[in-house]
């Protein structure tokens, strides 16, 4: 009971800082630009977790450090990019509905490369998820198709995220969550500083108010969105499994969704209800026979 109550807190906890994330990403690119808010946030992700990666290196099993620097690179790099470019043209609500497809991306990943078994529920909870986000980005939902190509960058995004919920609930149960957390974003601060300094953000005014709340925006979407919330969720899929974990996306787009309102963002009851028919379809893909 205790441990199943602490599995609820971290799902809880994640919901609300993930949820949370879609909004900071918006207030970071006020000013700065995509490139600029996705690499502060890993940047700061890898160096408040320096600390931790020297032990990290000691600990993790060599034939795993490759696993590790993968599962950093398509659990927070790539997504992290692919997110912010899709919210230059749609809502931070709209990102966070679509984000409530992860859990059918991590079973349809699970039994195309993972050998998960798959039952008729599993497969019509699919078909009914998808048939939601069809729904979803159809013209009659108020979504353009000038905007698609953003939409399906943060599909590509949640592709991602299933790809290696899988691969850490596979291959990674023996190693610590801090452990893949600290090595994988260590080993991204390199590229990131790269990445800034081709994209020009050191030879912005730094010391100018609106840049410098972008860059704390960023900041903290780091440290709390992507560093902290790593290491929680790498516990959690450890902790309950894959398709629990993923089911944080069950209340990541409401957290979204009344941020986005807060923000003054437009959310339509056709999105809603389209959520709702995504969220069935999850709740299918999730439910024990």
């Known amino acids: 009971m205790r441990d199943k109550l602490f599995n609820w807190a971290l799902f809880t906890i994640l919901s609300l800082i993930w949820g949370s994330s879609f909004i900071l990403m918006k207030a970071g690119m006020n000013t700065l630009t995509a490139y600029h808010v996705a690499s502060i946030r890993i940047l700061s992700a890898g160096v408040v977790l320096i600390p931790f990666a020297f032990r990290a290196l000691k600990q993790v099993p060599k034939n795993k450090l490759v696993l590790v620097i993968l599962s950093g690179l398509l659990g927070s790099f790539f997504p992290a990019y692919l997110f912010c470019i899709a919210e230059t043209r749609i809502e931070s609500s709209l990102a966070g509905i679509l984000n409530a497809l992860t859990p059918l991306f991590t079973i349809l990943v699970g039994i195309a490369f993972f050998q998960l078994k798959a039952n008729v529920q599993k497969i019509i909870g699919v078909l009914i998820g998808f048939g939601g986000l ?30 290696n919920v899988n691969m850490v609930g596979r291959h990674m149960q023996g190693v610590g969550s801090i452990n893949i957390a600290a090595l994988a974003f260590t080993f991204l601060i390199v590229p990131t500083i790269v990445i ?34 790593s290491i929680l969720f790498y516990m959690l899929v450890k902790r309950a499994g894959t398709l629990f974990a993923s089911m944080v996306t069950y209340g990541i787009p409401f ?35």
């Open 196 to 229: 800034l300094y081709f994209t020009g953000y050191f030879h912005l005014p730094l010391t100018h108010k609106d840049v410098m709340l972008s860059t704390l925006a960023s900041s903290v979407l780091g440290i709390g969105g992507t560093a902290i919330a």
């Open 134 to 163: 069809c729904l979803l980005v159809a013209p009659s939902g108020n979504i353009s198709f000038e905007h698609f190509t953003h939409i399906m960058l943060v599909l590509l995004a949640t592709l991602l995220y299933g790809i």
């Open 255 to 289: 957290v979204a969704v009344l941020w986005g309102v807060w923000g003054g963002e437009q959310v339509t009851l056709w999105q809603m209800g389209c959520l709702g028919i995504i969220l069935a379809g999850v709740y299918l893909v999730n439910k024990k026979n």
